[in-house]
């Protein structure tokens, strides 16, 4: 089945800083990789998703890019700010696959 | 339009008792559901998944358990308690595999 890494597992930054979050995958039937961003005490929830038919994909701050060949995929962050401040998840899922499978998380703190 | 109840918030349990937690969606038909177990350190772990009624598929042996009865309701439940089953408990669906999962608030459990 489907494995996800993610590094780092802690993440700190100053505000107005770039961050980057990287995740690895096994599977390469895996066709999407969603981002997810937990605040504490809250759901995860969806902040940008990317198909394997795209290499990039970009949402004011945020950025997701694809490697279907080295089968890893990023999430970029620019200028962040204290309200980035949480864990963020990325995970995997193909199409015949059973359902998203997430890596272990990363918390990012950003300092002001 | 969607939306997913999950109960309840938070649990107390001694070890050795059971456990029900239920899961609702409302505002759709024939949903793909899951169910995912945070514990600190471990990420997302998917337990269950359900593509319809009476289908349940298990990534994780365990002492845990997962039923459908109805189209949008889905149950976990254990007979006994472990230490170990302490974490937080979060229902999921999606329109079909591959897409975007909407989280329920989750289900703090402590097992004491």
């Known amino acids: 089945g489907e494995n996800v890494e993610q590094h780092p597992s802690t993440l700190s930054v100053q505000e107005g800083d770039s961050a980057v979050i990287k995740c690895t995958y096994s599977?390469?039937?895996?066709?999407?990789f969603p981002w997810y961003k937990q605040e504490l005490g809250k759901r995860p929830q969806l902040i940008i998703d990317?198909?394997?038919?795209?290499g990039e994909k970009k949402d004011q701050r945020i950025a997701v890019t694809l490697n279907k060949t080295a089968k890893h995929f990023s999430l970029h962050i620019t200028e962040t700010q204290p309200e980035d401040s949480a864990v963020y998840f990325c995970?995997?899922?193909?199409?015949?696959?059973?359902?998203?499978?997430f890596g272990k998380g990363t918390t990012l703190s950003v300092s002001s | 339009s969607q939306t997913i109840h999950q109960w309840p918030a938070t649990l107390v349990q001694p070890v050795g008792s059971p456990l029900s937690l239920e899961c609702t969606v409302e505002?759709?038909?024939?949903?793909?559901l899951y169910w995912y177990r945070q514990a600190a350190g471990r990420g997302l772990q998917l337990l269950f998944y359900s593509v319809g009624i009476g289908q349940i598929s298990s990534e994780v042996p365990q002492n845990l358990s997962a039923s459908r009865p109805q189209d949008r309701q889905f149950i976990l439940s254990s007979k006994k308690l472990l230490l170990s089953d302490s974490g937080f408990y979060l229902c999921a669906w999606s329109v079909r595999t591959a897409t975007e999962a909407f989280f329920g608030q989750g289900t703090r459990l402590t097992v004491v």
């Open positions: 599977d390469s039937a895996s066709n999407y």
């Open positions: 505002g759709t038909s024939n949903p793909n």
């Open positions: 995970a995997a899922s193909s199409q015949a696959g059973t359902a998203l499978i």
């Open positions: 990317i198909r394997s038919n795209v």
